[in-house]
């Protein structure tokens, strides 16, 4: 599950193209776009159009597609040791 956002205006007031939806990612406790790290937290940053939550898909910004897929390419070892296990 994973919450996606379509931007009505940037935080210069700048209008967005809502057809653009965008990966939301919480950053420190602050909802923020994966895409351009700007918050929309009430009361700051970018007007959202609307938010919602769903099980797969549902993004089409290029940028944060372009983050998930280099995530996804990222080896870990499952051998390796976390710092909340030491
Ligand atoms: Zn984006």
């Not at 159009?49 to 797969?56: D, L, M, P, R």
Request: with cysteine; hydrophobic share 35%.
């Amino acid at each position: 599950m994973h919450t996606v956002a379509k931007i009505i205006s940037d935080n210069d007031g700048n209008k967005c193209n809502q057809l653009i939806t965008h990966l939301v990612i919480d950053r420190g406790g602050s909802n923020v776009l994966a895409c351009s790290g700007e918050c929309f937290e009430l009361g700051e940053g970018l007007a959202v159009g609307e938010s919602w939550e769903v099980n797969k898909d549902g993004i089409n910004c290029k940028e944060c597609l372009k983050i998930i897929t280099f995530y996804k390419k990222l080896k870990i070892s499952k051998t390796i040791k976390k710092y909340n296990d030491y």
